[in-house]
């Protein structure tokens, strides 16, 4: 099973490294469902089930969300707050001590990342979920998931380069 999780994590993290590249908010939020799910299965079998219903719960906000931006509607915001406090409610369920807290906290923070219009926010949002996740997957034993989250990171800071940085100065 450990090395099926692993298997998992690898797809996960190559999925969810490729959404900091996309330039529309729809193909974010695509991609990011199929990380989750991906994410979810790996933390099933990996027994961490503070992340598994996280990512549950994240590719439904993350499909809710894709099916406002389909319609190019403005995602409400009591969508975003409802999508925290079921976070917040499921969290209380599945605590399993300080630790098992960070995957709520990651899970909110990328909520409002994807909200919110703006992607260069986003991908600042993607650097201090990497971050925290790296903190998690060590403690939990997802160790391809730590080596994926320093690609999710050295991902999310290409594509604030390419995009963001490189581009911006392009255009002035």
């Not at 969508?79 to 001590?97: A, D, E, K, M, S």
Request: charged fraction near 10%; hydrophobic fraction near 50%.
């Amino acid at each position: 099973m450990n090395i099926l999780s692993q298997i998992f994590g690898i797809l996960a993290i190559i999925v969810f490294g490729i959404s900091p590249h996309q330039k529309t908010k729809k193909k974010v939020l695509i991609v990011q469902l199929l990380a989750n799910i991906l994410y979810a299965i790996q933390y099933t079998l990996l027994y961490a089930f503070s992340a598994v219903v996280t990512n549950i719960i994240g590719g439904i906000k993350n499909y809710i969300y894709y099916y406002y931006e389909k319609k190019e509607n403005k995602i409400p915001i009591k969508v975003l707050v409802i999508y925290i406090i079921i976070i917040l409610i499921f969290g209380i369920f599945t605590f399993n001590g300080i630790y098992s807290l960070i995957p709520i906290f990651v899970s909110v923070l990328y909520g409002y990342g994807t909200w919110q219009n703006n992607l260069k926010s986003y991908r600042i949002i993607n650097i201090v979920g990497s971050i925290l996740w790296i903190i998690y997957n060590c403690i939990v034993g997802a160790y391809v998931g730590v080596i994926g989250n320093v690609f999710q990171l050295t991902s999310t800071i290409i594509a604030i380069i390419r995009l963001d940085i490189i581009k911006d100065k392009n255009s002035i």
